[in-house]
């Protein structure tokens, strides 16, 4: 659990990841200064309602589609990771919410590439439920290596190649 706000995010949120054999099989973000929360189960997809969540509605969440490097809205939450975008892609208007835009669509891709496993847990699972895709700078998937790359799954490969990650740990 990290009640940190590492990830420089506009609130204050509990961030919750629940390992099974090595595997994040449920996460949560809940956020009672935005009244919002939002959650994955391996299997089950990404979901956004309000908190607390007595009688409210579930969103199911979906990343965009966008293809192309050229059309994709990119963001990242640190200057220097902002620095390493490639110049192809539009750059998306700064936001401290940039993970929840990329899980409800809104954009396309975020670099991080830095903070602890315990801000990039409770992500990983919510944005690859949400379709969305998770390479570390080790080019794997655990959350623990320093943060990487976060996408909606379509530029993905052609992202990491113009980031200098490797293609597989």
């Known amino acids: 659990m990290d009640a940190h706000d590492d990830l420089r995010l506009a609130f204050a949120a509990a961030e919750v ?5 090595g595997t994040t099989e449920v996460a949560v973000v809940a956020s009672p200064a935005l009244r919002r929360c939002w959650w994955a189960t391996r299997g089950e997809g990404s979901c956004e309602s309000s908190w607390p969540r007595r009688g409210s509605e579930t969103r199911r969440l979906a990343v965009s589609t966008t293809a ?22 539009d750059r998306a208007p700064v936001s401290p919410l940039r993970l929840v835009e ?59 190649a113009a980031l200098g990650y490797p293609a597989r740990p």
């Open 68 to 89: 192309t490097l050229a059309d994709a809205a990119l963001a990242a939450l640190d200057d220097a990771s902002r620095a390493r975008l490639p110049p192809s892609g």
């Open 102 to 160: 990329l899980v409800r669509g809104e954009i396309d891709a975020v670099l991080v590439e830095r903070y602890h496993a315990r801000d990039h847990a409770p992500w990983v699972l919510p944005v690859e439920e949400a379709g969305g895709r998770f390479t570390n700078r080790a080019g794997g998937r655990a959350a623990d290596r320093g943060g990487g790359l976060y996408s909606n799954a379509a530029p993905h490969g052609r992202l990491l």
């Open 17 to 21: 990841a629940g390992e099974l054999r």
